[in-house]
């Protein structure tokens, strides 16, 4: 039910006004949110912008693949299990065929959204993606699938080692075909969290450079923040300051997510963020970030019905219908589940499960022939 009142929490009465009148909260605010103790206020507060931004009583969803094109990458991030360097047994780069048969795969489970990112791989320059996107386009494009691809990082190094700037390698990468970019390989924004986590990585400012000159080319983007590493709650406030900033300049991405590191297999190591820290993360970034109309869920990471909570602590969207995931399950976390199971998640929680596009756009529900289209991707 749409909330109409907002009762006053002990402690935060002062940023509860806030919310209430629309103004906005700075950066005291969030780390008095970040520790206020009590999570039910966090979820009234997130609660009222997640209406405020969103009136209608829909959670969307939108029905793709992941497509890992390569795993050879030879950042070395610590957090990533998933990488292969240079020159190993087990590093791969799929041919157009195999990507063909993956994206034919998902068009007839009536999937639109092709999620491809890979590695930082220094054999793959700019005329190999532009020549993938053609024939994707060339292939598929009757079918209006959406081509959501690479993320800042791998878009930064194909312009280094294609010797071109960020404007005309993003340019050219629109031309043949990129719709719109993932907000992956943000972590966290604070350059003393990514010296740690992956020192050889594009800085925070690099990060947000792209997504600017992304933005204005008219490509829009998703952004995501991925805790529970080495950050403090100053460093993700920080992150989440940044991002708002960003859009204040551009208003170019779409939704965030926020999500938490998964340690098993990883160099890094450490321990898995609770799912009280996970609901405290979303509705402290659904607060601040009220130029971004939507967050989307993280179940890949917390689990379906953590996610489904999650829609009382300003989430709005529920993720990406996948059919393979590798990154995060590289790290030990697996989560799948059918379609028709999200859509009764969503039900359950009050709300009516909506199709949609890249862009949020709304589509037609429902796959009347119960095929086992499974979820596992959040970018």
């Known amino acids: 039910m749409k909330p109409e ?7 935060i009465d002062d940023i509860a006004d806030k919310v209430y009148f629309g103004e906005r909260l700075d950066r005291q605010d969030g780390w008095r949110l970040y520790h206020h103790p009590n999570l039910t206020e966090l979820a009234m507060l997130a609660d009222v912008l997640r209406w405020r931004l969103n009136p209608d009583p829909t959670v969307t969803y939108i029905v793709g693949r992941n497509i890992n094109y390569t795993n050879v990458c030879w950042v070395r991030c610590k957090f990533c299990a998933f990488y292969r360097v240079p020159g190993h047994d087990e590093g791969y780069v799929l041919t157009n065929d195999q990507i063909f048969e993956k994206i034919q795969q998902m068009v007839d489970l009536g999937g639109i959204e092709i999620l491809l990112q890979g590695g930082l791989n220094p054999k793959l320059k700019i005329d190999w993606y532009e ?28 312009a280094h080692i294609s010797r071109l700037d960020m404007a005309d390698c993003i340019r050219r990468l629109k031309a043949a075909g990129l719709d719109s970019i993932p907000g992956g390989g943000a972590e966290i924004l604070t350059d003393r969290v990514r010296n ?3 020192p050889y990585k594009d800085t925070a400012a690099e990060w947000l450079n792209c997504m600017r000159v992304a933005h204005r080319a008219g490509i829009r983007t998703t952004v995501t923040m991925m805790y529970g590493s080495v950050d403090t709650i100053e460093d993700r406030i920080e992150h989440l300051f940044k991002v708002r900033d960003l859009q204040d300049e ?21 321990q898995r963020a609770t799912a009280f820290d996970y609901l405290r993360t979303v509705a402290v970034s659904r607060l601040i970030l009220d130029n971004i109309p939507h967050i989307q869920a993280s179940w890949v990471t917390q689990g379906p019905k953590i996610a489904q909570v999650a829609l009382r602590y300003g989430v709005d969207d529920f993720g990406s219908t996948m059919m393979e995931e590798n990154v995060v399950s590289s790290a030990g976390c697996s989560f799948k589940m059918p379609v028709e199971e999200i859509e009764r998640l969503i039900r359950n929680a009050g709300f009516t499960p909506t199709r949609r596009t890249t862009q949020y756009q709304h589509l037609p529900n429902g796959v009347s022939d119960g095929s086992p289209l499974h979820t596992a991707a959040h970018r």
């Open 131 to 158: 020549e993938l996107f053609r024939a994707i386009k060339e292939r598929f494009g009757a079918y209006g699938v959406i081509l959501h691809a690479l993320s800042p990082a791998e878009i930064i190094y194909i």
């Open 196 to 198: 740690e986590i992956a």
């Open 5 to 11: 009142i907002i009762e006053r929490t002990t402690g």
């Open 250 to 270: 551009t208003a170019g991405f779409t939704a965030f997510i926020p999500w938490s590191f998964q340690p098993e297999g990883t160099v890094l190591g450490g």
